[in-house]
């Protein structure tokens, strides 16, 4: 009884932002601004396609990770902490150092006739090193958690690595790994220090949020935030569900 009245506060001061919104919106005059509709647009499309590509980048690393008992497995940790750790705004200024036309790489990239910068590419790179580290520690501890003995087991019946990963392995860890996606889909979709650095356009919601909100004040974005929470909360809303229903 002590523990629920307890947890009160926290809910009621996690609730206070979202119960404000519902409040100060001006519905009468509901609208989106000019550009709200492409920046939609460029954010769902762009999103769909660095969120596979994020399970398929981070995956293998993730398993590496849970299984190995090599020397490398600190380094490789470390290796990924550092750009999740890394200040959304320094990490953008460091993607320019490294992709833009006068980068490191982008000097070389940028004579093959390819652009990294203020294109759909650089949007989905930005996005990337936002939601790839979230999604290989997540997914890293939910492989852990699946027993070795059960790997055992599987590999003296005769099964492949390949039958190993998608019979036994992924069907233990599906829960984690819904909660892993839900992570790395709000940080990618929500993404805003990043993107904003290396590519200002083309403008997804966050960036749009940001340019609304000097142009025309607080007022003008509600309608905009509206579509932000909308788009980028019932997925993992659906995976912490789906994950529930797993574990039950």
């Known amino acids: 009884m002590l523990a629920r009245s307890l947890m009160f506060p926290a809910l009621g001061l996690l609730a206070v932002p979202f119960i404000a919104l519902l409040i100060v919106t001006p519905w009468h005059d509901f609208h ?19 969120l596979p590509l994020v399970v398929l980048l981070g995956t293998p690393v993730a398993l590496w990770l849970a299984r190995t008992a090599s020397s490398w497995r600190v380094a490789v940790e470390i290796g990924i902490l550092i750009p999740l ?4 705004l320094a990490m953008g200024i460091l993607l320019v150092t490294a992709y833009g ?23 989905v790179i930005a996005q990337l090193y936002a939601a790839l580290p979230f999604y290989i520690l997540m997914a890293r501890t939910t492989f852990a ?3 070795r003995e059960v790997d055992e087991v ?6 492949s690595r390949g039958q190993l990963f998608w019979r036994v392995t992924l069907p233990l860890a599906r829960a984690g790994l819904l909660n892993s996606l ?9 993404e805003f220090g990043i993107v904003m650095i290396f590519c200002y356009f083309p403008q997804g919601i966050p960036v749009k949020l940001y340019v609304d909100l000097q142009n025309s004040g607080v007022e003008a974005v509600y309608a905009l935030l509206w579509i932000l929470l909308l788009t980028s909360l019932p ?4 995976c912490f569900y789906r994950a529930q229903k797993i574990r039950c």
Not at 235 to 238: A, I, N, R, V
Request: net charge positive.
């Open 32 to 50: 989106l601004a000019y550009g709200d509709g492409r920046a939609v647009w460029t954010s769902l499309t762009l999103s769909a396609i660095s």
């Open 85 to 88: 750790l890394t200040p959304p």
């Open 101 to 123: 036309p006068y980068g490191t790489l982008g000097e070389a990239i940028t004579r093959l006739g390819i652009n990294l910068t203020n294109t759909p590419a650089a949007f």
């Open 145 to 147: 958690t699946v027993p």
């Open 154 to 159: 599987a590999q003296t019946l005769g099964a």
């Open 182 to 190: 839900s992570l790395a889909w709000a940080r990618a979709l929500g």
């Open 235 to 238: 997925f993992p809303l659906w």
